[in-house]
Every structure is written in C-alpha cells, then in structure tokens.
Nanobody
C-alpha cells in the first residue's frame, strides 16, 4: 500500500503561482511513477504531469507545458507540482497518483494508476 496526501491548493489570481506537494508513505516510493491529475467541475479527470522513478523523465499535458514543473525528492518521499502563470481554466481538484513501474520512464502504458490521494482544490480567479 502507498498512501498519498496532497497539499498546497488554494485560491490564486490569474497569472499567479502555486506549488502543490504530494507526500507518500508506505512502500518504496522510488518504485513508483507519480502523476498529477486534475478534475474540473463537470469534467473528467485528466493527466497533467508525470515523473519517472528517478525523476530523469517527465511528461506534461499540452495545456500546461511551459507553465507547470513536476519534480520529486525520493529521500523525502515528496513530489511537487510548481504551477506558474495560472489561468482560470486551471481551476480543478488536483490529485496525485502512483503507479508501480519497472522502468524509469514517466509515461506508463496506461494511466490506470495503483494509488490515489484525496485531492487538493485549486481555484484561479480572473
């Protein structure tokens, strides 16, 4: 089992920044690809960014490229999502999720993750 707890959400004005954190406990953290997903009201949950086991490989959805940065600290069992130049359309509940992997690559075969956090709300006002 892997337990994931997100933090860092809140209300921010358009153009502002937030940094989300995902704290993991349980099994060996460095064996898991970590992804950040988001779900806006009335919409499906989608991948935003992901990072490989060592952090050497990352993935970003087109909508956040150049604005968001994912990173991880395996010594502290933490993953971060730095979000800059936020837009009202970024408003959503953000979830971190973990997927067991044998390869050090950010994009798994599927985005069907093994463990999920409970989410943190990000609201961007215009």
């Amino acid at each position: 089992q892997v337990q994931l707890v997100e933090s860092g959400g809140g209300l921010v004005q358009a153009g502002g920044s937030l940094r989300l954190s995902c704290a993991a406990s349980g099994r060996t953290f460095s064996n898991y690809v970590i992804g950040w997903f988001r779900q806006a009201p009335g919409k499906e949950r989608n991948i935003v960014a992901a990072i490989s086991l060592s952090g050497s490989s990352t993935y970003y959805a087109d909508s956040v490229k150049g604005r968001f940065t994912i990173s991880r600290d395996n010594a502290k069992n933490l993953v971060y999502l730095q979000m800059n130049s936020l837009k009202p359309e970024d408003t959503a509940v953000f979830y971190c999720a973990a997927k067991r992997s044998a390869v050090d690559y950010a994009v798994p075969i599927t985005w069907s993750m093994d463990y999920w956090g409970t989410g943190t709300l990000v609201t961007v006002s215009s």
